[in-house]
């Protein structure tokens, strides 16, 4: 009998286990490693988010940023992590693009993470000067035409979000411009101010005091739909190119093995505080919209956004450097 009571307990108690390891989650630091570098897209939402988590569970979440090489060295940390949900990465849609960029990447993409919810998804922002007398997404395109070879691009780094977008457009209008990647977005950004390069898809965070002040001409967003932030600015399929969409996304991945009931807990508190308005409010700021998803359904998506991002990848030969 005694035998009996200690096999039942032994059975229950691991029934039981998950539960326990979802309802003391967490009960030390947890750390967002963000493999970019402090001020760009995806460390201001890591900040955000992580604020009103740490709120939510009375831990500290400490945002760690570990940038280089597109985003694979901060992503390595986390692949080689303990899968115990106290060391999570959040990540741009690099995390897809990487994984045709880099063909040998230190980790494997779809088996050594685990997909737990988008924080949110912004547009890029198709951006001119004044000074190129450029005033609709149609006309880029004409002058791209009548000119091939002659105008540029700017991206914040080859590989980037920015890149891929740029690409994109130029695949889909049947345009030939001249890429020219910089360090990051306030480099390109600036280079677009003065003239230096034709046009920048920009995030439409980084560009918005710019297109305010009548410094930089917005001719369209690259989203499906438009931007509250900018919403007298078409989307490119509005303005020339039907179909035509990029999300620049960001979410939270942590290591392949992490307990299914930690995953599912970090879903539903983000799903929390994109309700809260003071984060609705400071998404809005940033032209960001929720992309409110479960796990199994942001793993669909970012193999999704893998396979799309490759046949870009391929047809504009983007290569690491």
Excluded at 215 to 243: D, M
Excluded at 263 to 269: M, R
Aim: include cysteine; aromatic fraction near 8%.
């Amino acid at each position: 009998m005694k035998l009996f009571r200690w096999i039942t307990g032994v059975a229950v108690a691991l029934c039981c286990a998950p539960l326990a390891i979802g309802q003391g989650y967490p009960n030390k630091t947890v750390h967002f490693i963000v493999p970019f570098t402090a001020g760009s897209a995806t460390d201001i939402l890591a900040r955000t988010f992580g604020q009103k988590l740490s709120e939510m569970w009375g831990q500290s979440v400490i945002v760690e940023n570990r940038p280089g090489a597109g985003g694979t060295i901060g992503a390595a940390v986390v692949a080689k992590s303990p899968p115990d949900g106290y060391t999570l990465l959040v990540n741009s849609a690099a995390q897809a693009y990487n994984v045709s960029i880099y063909p040998a990447l230190p980790y494997d993409t779809s088996k050594d993470f685990v997909e737990i919810a988008p924080l949110a998804g912004q547009p890029n922002v198709l951006i001119v000067a004044p000074a190129t007398g450029i005033k609709s997404v149609a006309e880029l395109i004409a002058l791209a035409k009548q000119k091939p070879g002659q105008l540029n691009v700017g991206s914040a780094g080859t590989g980037s979000g920015t890149h891929i977008n740029a690409e994109k457009f130029k695949l889909a209008a049947g345009i030939d411009v001249v890429h020219i990647p910089y360090k990051g977005t306030p480099e390109a950004l600036n280079d677009t101010l003065a003239g230096r390069v034709t046009y920048f898809f920009s995030p439409i965070s980084a560009a918005l005091p710019n297109i305010r002040e009548g410094k930089l001409i917005a001719l369209g967003v690259s989203t499906a739909k438009r931007s509250s932030a900018l919403p007298n600015v078409p989307t490119i399929a509005e303005a020339a190119l039907p179909g035509f969409e990029y999300n620049l996304w960001v979410g939270v991945f942590a290591p392949a093995g992490t307990p299914p009931d930690i995953v599912d807990k970090i879903n539903k508190d983000i799903d929390k505080v994109l309700q809260t308005p003071d984060v609705k409010e400071r998404l809005a700021t940033l032209g960001a919209e929720p992309m409110p998803m479960s796990p199994a359904e942001f793993r669909k998506f970012v193999q999704s956004e893998i396979d799309d991002s490759a046949k870009v990848i391929k047809a504009a030969g983007i290569k690491a450097q």
